[in-house]
């Protein structure tokens, strides 16, 4: 769970609700809510774009998102949520393998992966440690960690 934005749209998926935050017709973040939150349809068309094809994801995984990003972070954390972005849907990579992609620690690829503003699109669920899951979005909770399970058996991994 993140920062509380305003968001635009609330999105029912199969595991809750994404709040969906936009900005000058970009994503700027998803954050996953409680499964009892409200939905909030899209009030225009760019909201409509985020929302069709978050659904088109969650029917089909290896759908490829085609949206303008906003990725505010520092040189090494939107160097990381690129390499994430490369990760073949159905495939993972651990965070010393993406470390040393980039040139990193593992220690620094995993708080990048914690601060990813849009999860699902810059697929940090794709990361994990050598020896099981990891974290996910700087939790190791069951409940978030469902998500991640979630998010790669629908990739079939």
């Not at 089909?60 to 954390?77: C, N």
Request: net charge positive.
């Amino acid at each position: 769970m993140k920062p509380n934005f305003q968001y635009q749209v609330k999105l029912r998926v199969p595991f809750g609700v994404l709040g969906i935050h936009c900005e000058n017709e970009m994503l700027s973040g998803i954050t996953f809510l409680l499964s009892k939150s409200t939905v909030k349809k899209p009030r225009d068309d760019f909201e409509r774009k985020v929302c069709e094809q978050l659904q088109a994801y969650f029917e089909t995984a290896d759908f490829q998102f085609d949206l303008p990003l906003k990725l505010p972070g520092t040189e090494h954390q939107v160097k990381v949520w690129q390499a994430m972005r490369d990760i073949p849907c159905g495939s993972v990579q651990t965070y010393g393998e993406l470390s040393k992609l980039i040139h990193s620690s593992p220690r620094a690829i995993g708080q990048a992966c914690g601060n990813n503003p849009i999860p699902i699109v810059v697929p940090c669920h794709r990361v994990v440690s050598k020896t099981g899951f990891g974290g996910f979005m700087h939790s190791t909770e069951n409940s978030i960690l469902d998500i991640k399970r979630w998010l790669l058996r629908h990739e079939q991994h």
